[in-house]
């Protein structure tokens, strides 16, 4: 019974990941550009190093995350990176949140 990749839940995930991680991206580099303060103190940094550094390293980690779906994974790590996705989609919610209320 072995599925396609794609087919897989696990697969899906990870794509929401690495989506989510390229929006927290964007609208991070957006919320800085307007006066923001970034809170993690390495990507804050690596944006005041350059932003096209914090921009590769974001979009470098999607593409890791991205290929960690085509692997399979023991059920406690995949429920962990479903848990990964829940809370990074508040985080992003959030981001967006204040995107739109500038």
């Not at 005041?48 to 914090?54: D, E, I, S, V």
């Not at 590769?56 to 023991?74: A, D, E, M, R, W």
């Not at 995949?78 to 985080?91: D, N, P």
Request: glycine share 6%; net charge positive.
């Amino acid at each position: 019974m072995n599925r396609a990749v794609w087919l897989k839940a696990h697969f899906w995930v990870c794509v929401g990941i690495a989506v989510l991680n390229l929006l927290d991206a964007s609208v991070t580099h957006f919320l800085l550009m307007n006066g923001a303060k970034e809170l993690n103190p390495l990507m804050n940094a690596l944006y005041g190093y350059h932003p096209l550094w914090f921009i590769s390293i974001k979009l470098f980690f999607s593409l890791v995350i991205l290929g960690f779906g085509f692997f399979p994974v023991h059920r406690i790590a995949r429920k962990l990176t479903f848990g990964v996705l829940i809370v990074y989609s508040f985080v992003v919610f959030w981001q967006l949140y204040l995107y739109f209320s500038l």
